[in-house]
């Protein structure tokens, strides 16, 4: 089974960049295919960016071009870098992998700030 834990967040201005970690524990790490979501306050959660355990990414329209979703298996490591963040991008975001999503199992994720 694969634990994760989620650190990087911060305040940022509008414009600028932070990089998102995802730390795993287990030793299936390098098959999984990992998942960053975020969720602001009154909205529903949302799927940011993917990426497999070959390494193919898929992101969502709103983040394409502006986020990076990257994986290092030797440090069990996710990465998410986050590049001319804009205030609609303040949310606390979350790694997951498909068995946690399934079982709605959600760790406290990081939080990130955007100010304008």
């Known amino acids: 089974q694969v634990q994760l834990v989620e650190s990087g967040g911060g305040l940022v201005q509008a414009g600028g960049s932070l990089r998102l970690s995802c730390a795993a524990s287990g030793i299936l790490f390098s098959i999984k295919t990992i998942s960053w979501y975020r969720q602001a306050p009154g909205k529903q959660r949302e799927l940011v960016a993917t990426?497999?355990?070959?390494?193919?990414?898929n992101y969502s329209d709103s983040v394409k071009g502006r986020f990076a979703i990257s994986r290092d298996n030797a440090k069990k490591l996710v990465y998410l870098e986050m590049n001319s963040l804009e205030p609609d991008d303040a949310a606390r975001y979350y790694c997951?992998?498909?068995?946690?999503?399934?079982?709605?199992?959600w760790g406290q994720g990081t939080q990130v700030t955007v100010s304008s």
């Open positions: 990426i497999n355990s070959g390494g193919s990414t």
């Open positions: 997951n992998t498909q068995t946690g999503i399934a079982l709605n199992k």
